[in-house]
């Protein structure tokens, strides 16, 4: 493989590329298994470089989710949809260390994600369900049990950072106290079950966190888990059904061309000029307006 070629490789669980430079080595890996197909990628990708398969469906059950994809002669490894996944399915490395690099230039804000363990609280409860409700099992501790298997000690526990996607179900479901999650996605999820066809429950298998549930007769979301990733609303087949709005990020302060584009792409221009009052940056907010060919009162 010549210096600057970037070489794709791909099996059912992994999509990766390699490009080797003179002196740095870009490794961008897709984890199939993690991926909700939620777009966000795809979205912000300054190279249009990525795209997502369709879902597959049938009688209303999910049985083959959208499928990431990334041209190998266009991605620039740039690292915004690394910075921006929220199931943590991207990943990079630069010479064999994690590094995406539209952070380490600070073109890109690190998301606010937290997850922080009251291990006092954790140890006064017995009540461990919310281990087992952890959508992608990112916490563990060491349990006690009896002879008829029921816990009666927990210590230890943790959860994992680089698993944990913050959906905050720990928080809710959890002794009161024991976490405390800050969730980086901000929005808002509309769903309009009238529109929802005959025994359909695509978006509740798709939906990362479990936010969404089927009752066997008709779909319902629980917004304190969502994070408003898309995924769901991407496989809907009733246009209208359910509806994810972006309206901002919970970040580190920043001041990036490349953030204010990509603000553009995920979020409604509406929450991208709520985005720019607080940071004070009078002039992108009135390119946003003039760009929506609104009046600007004096």
């Given at each position: ?194 529109l929802c066809p005959d025994g359909c429950q695509a978006c509740a298998d798709v939906c990362p966190t479990n936010a969404i549930t089927y009752d066997g007769a008709k779909v319902a979301v629980d917004r304190r888990f969502c994070l408003f990733c898309g995924a769901c609303e991407n496989v809907c087949p009733a246009e209208g059904a359910i509806r994810i709005a972006r309206t901002g990020f919970v970040h580190a302060p920043v001041e990036s061309g490349a953030w204010t584009v990509a603000l553009e792409k995920l979020v409604s221009y509406q929450a991208a000029v709520r ?24």
């Amino acid at each position: 493989m010549g210096r600057g070629t970037t070489q794709k490789t791909e099996t059912p669980q992994t999509l990766t590329l390699v490009r080797p430079m003179i002196t740095r080595r870009y490794a961008l890996e897709v984890d199939h298994e993690a991926c909700c197909g939620c777009l966000i990628c795809q979205l912000v990708c300054p190279r249009e470089a990525i795209t997502l398969s369709a879902a597959v469906l049938e009688e209303g059950r999910l049985v083959e989710q959208p499928r990431v994809d990334i041209d190998a002669t266009t991605c620039n490894f740039c690292g915004e949809c690394v910075a921006l996944c929220p199931t943590h399915a991207l990943a990079m490395m630069v010479n064999g260390q994690p590094e995406v690099p539209v952070l380490k230039a600070e073109a890109f804000p690190v998301l606010t994600r937290t997850n922080v363990v009251d291990a006092a609280v954790c140890s006064a409860s017995t009540d461990v369900a919310y281990i087992d409700n952890c959508p992608v099992g990112a916490i563990s501790a060491e349990l006690t049990r009896d002879a008829a298997g029921q816990v009666t000690a927990v210590e230890n526990v943790q959860v994992d950072d680089a698993t944990c996607i913050n959906c905050t179900r720990c928080m809710e479901e959890g002794p009161k106290g024991a976490f405390t999650v800050t969730k980086p996605y901000q929005g808002r999820a509309r769903l309009n079950t009238l529109l929802c066809p005959d025994g359909c429950q695509a978006c509740a298998d798709v939906c990362p966190t479990n936010a969404i549930t089927y009752d066997g007769a008709k779909v319902a979301v629980d917004r304190r888990f969502c994070l408003f990733c898309g995924a769901c609303e991407n496989v809907c087949p009733a246009e209208g059904a359910i509806r994810i709005a972006r309206t901002g990020f919970v970040h580190a302060p920043v001041e990036s061309g490349a953030w204010t584009v990509a603000l553009e792409k995920l979020v409604s221009y509406q929450a991208a000029v709520r985005e720019y009052d607080i940071k004070g940056q009078a002039k992108r907010r009135k390119a946003v307006i003039e760009g929506l060919n609104l009046k600007i009162e004096a």
